[in-house]
């Protein structure tokens, strides 16, 4: 498994997933992944140009700024005061695109170029708290105490909060996702006194029980909610989904393609000629969010061949 991921990556990924599977992998620096990153981050401290590989707007847009943030979490990163992480937080404080409770999924500049058809710009859903509830916290966690920022982030949190509180469960795996990444994102914090932090995580593992799809059999072919999607290393829930983590493995073993990536289950169905360049990306990027899942969970030997 290991051997033929990581010949694809280098053959095939974008520097960024490149040096985020050497980071994991290879004994490859954060300060790589930082640099490759940056070229991603625009002069307001958003992010844009395709950072999220569904949208190939350059302009920076809350979705592709969460995109970023995820990846600094996924590499450990804890310096707040990195200029990269301090552009984000001037971004998410700026008011753009932003109505003051949540940041919005689109930007209206997102119609200039190819994209998925889930990015086209359109009014701000009601209470879709994806990618809010992951950006409050990460607010909460990276920007200056005292500071108008942190306060902000506070807020959100807060009001995040006490709609998941009287919503959950959620419908949508997205969304539920950026509620998991806020509750760790205020464990990392260590700030148990913004929300009731035991209830947040009861509400949190009915929430993952209602969407990761039982069937496994549907994890490999379409777009449905696997463990992995809500389940990240060191989660408070792994033991109570420990089982289908495991069976996610077994079907992660079974359908590694034969060039070392796994199967895209969406399709952009229009900019045919760009979507096949955003769906080589997203291999990439899956390789990697698939091989730090399965050393994770599965015995190392198991992986290194």
Not at 156 to 177: I, K, N, Q
Not at 183 to 189: R, V
């Amino acid at each position: 498994m290991m051997n033929k991921a990581r010949q694809f990556m280098l053959r095939n990924a974008r520097p960024l997933d490149l040096a985020r599977w050497m980071f994991h992998f290879e004994n490859g620096s954060r300060e790589a992944v930082l640099c490759a990153l940056s070229a991603y981050q625009n002069a307001d401290g958003g992010f844009g140009h395709a950072l999220e590989a569904d949208c190939f707007n350059p302009d920076s847009s809350p979705i592709q700024t969460w995109t970023a943030t995820e990846i600094l979490r996924e590499i450990g990163m804890s310096d707040a005061a990195h200029p990269l992480v301090k552009g984000i937080v001037r971004y998410l404080s700026s008011g753009a695109a932003f109505d003051g409770h949540m940041y919005h999924r689109t930007v209206p500049t997102n119609d200039l170029h190819p994209r998925a058809p889930w990015w086209t710009h359109g009014p701000h859903p009601e209470n879709e708290y994806n990618p809010t509830a992951s950006l409050a916290g990460f607010l909460v966690r990276f920007a200056q105490e005292g500071s108008e920022a942190h306060g902000l982030g506070e807020r959100l949190v807060r009001e995040a909060y006490a709609y998941f509180a009287v919503h959950a469960p959620l419908s949508d795996m997205h969304t539920a996702a950026c509620f998991v990444q806020m509750y760790e994102d205020l464990l990392a914090a260590n700030r148990r006194d913004l929300v009731d932090m035991d209830a947040f995580e009861t509400l949190l593992g009915t929430q993952i029980d209602a969407l990761i799809e039982k069937d496994s059999e549907k994890w490999a072919t379409q777009y449905v909610c696997k463990p992995s999607q809500l389940i990240r290393m060191g989660s408070p829930f792994y033991s109570r989904f420990e089982a289908l983590c495991a069976g996610e493995c077994d079907m992660l073993r079974r359908e590694q393609e034969e060039d070392g990536s796994w199967r895209v289950t969406w399709n952009w169905m229009e900019y045919l000629q760009e979507w096949g360049v955003a769906r080589c990306w997203w291999k990439g990027d899956i390789i990697v969010k698939n091989m730090r899942f399965i050393r994770c969970i599965c015995k190392k030997t198991e992986i290194m061949s």
